[in-house]
């Protein structure tokens, strides 16, 4: 993968110039930075930071405060190691359907900047010191919810689920709220209802999201032969899903709020899930009358309300 350039020079004895071929220091230090790009890319770093927004809410109404620093570095630091490990091998598995899909064909395996065995073992390896600092670092509680969650993502999610049942995105939410507790267990050594209550709005809170990312990929999921719901069933189906469980989040958020927390939480969780939810039911009006959908306003706006509702949580453990 060496950019190489080109010189002439000549020999001694006069000769015609003849060709050397050199790397520049230049060309090396581009090629670092596009292999060190490349794996990156393969972690998912935006995934990585949605997570970690739900984490550190919630160790700090474990703690009923701020952890110490420390713990929440390490947390943080095991978190992203983890998931970024179940995002490589997602990219693993994954790679003979993401070069059929326009919105991961340049992803590094399909692009062929980075070999399948190397992200293997990239993988392999990030899952293992994720876990071993998380045990190391906190309690097997924390450490065994980590690698549960890396496992069940890519074990049974991507590697079963997501190629056989359009249900793929409702069990595949299991690991993505899985933060959640992995966050409160690394507190606290346990798991208290608020902590499941938290459990349930992120995992509600992932159908809609990934529904409304499914329907603007709809074409790219059925190329590749990827059952999503939006793919296989009708638009109704599809609208029903999206209003039940944009629903389902806001109770569970509400629910949270007999559980210790303040008004503040308790008002913030009303608006921005009404706000939710209005935005669901407009996509699925536009849905049903054959107007122009635009799903990507309900999945962008639905990662704006669960950033405004975890720094709720977070700001009512601080009061």
């Given at each position: ?160 689920l997501k190629r056989t049942t359009a249900a793929n995105t409702f069990w595949g939410g299991i690991c993505g709220a899985a933060p ?140």
């Amino acid at each position: 993968m060496s950019m190489i350039t080109e010189r002439p020079v000549s020999n001694s004895a006069g000769q015609p110039p003849v060709s050397t071929l050199t790397e520049t220091p230049a060309a090396g230090r581009r090629d670092v930075r596009a292999v060190v790009s490349a794996y990156v890319a393969l972690t998912k770093p935006r995934i990585v930071e949605l997570l970690l927004v739900t984490t550190v809410p919630a160790m700090m109404l474990a703690d009923g405060g701020m952890p110490s620093l420390w713990l929440v570095a390490v947390v943080l630091l095991g978190g992203s190691l983890a998931a970024g490990a179940a995002s490589v091998l997602n990219c693993y598995i994954d790679r003979d359907i993401d070069q059929l899909m326009r919105r991961t064909k340049r992803r590094p395996l399909p692009a062929h900047t980075v070999s399948p065995r190397s992200a293997l073992i990239f993988g392999l390896v990030l899952a293992a010191i994720s876990v071993a600092l998380m045990a190391a670092t906190t309690n097997w509680l924390a450490a065994g919810l980590t690698l549960a969650a890396i496992a069940y993502y890519d074990l049974v999610y991507t590697l079963w689920l997501k190629r056989t049942t359009a249900a793929n995105t409702f069990w595949g939410g299991i690991c993505g709220a899985a933060p959640v507790l992995i966050g409160w267990a690394a507190v606290t050594g346990s798991l208290a209802p608020a902590a499941w209550g938290l459990f349930l709005v992120v995992f509600f809170w992932q159908l809609p999201h990934f529904y409304a990312l499914a329907i603007k990929y709809k074409t790219d999921y059925a190329r590749a032969g990827i059952p999503m719901l939006p793919v296989v069933a009708s638009v109704r189906r599809v609208n029903a899903e999206i209003l039940a469980f944009s629903w389902l989040t806001l109770l569970s958020s509400l629910a949270v709020w007999p559980l210790g927390m303040s008004p503040i939480y308790g008002v913030t969780a009303l608006v921005v899930g009404g706000v939710f939810v209005v935005e669901a039911h407009k996509l699925c009006r536009r849905a049903t009358r054959g107007e122009a959908v635009k799903p990507m306003r309900l999945f962008h706006w639905s990662t704006t309300y669960l950033t405004i509702l975890f720094a709720a949580v977070a700001l009512d453990a601080l009061l």
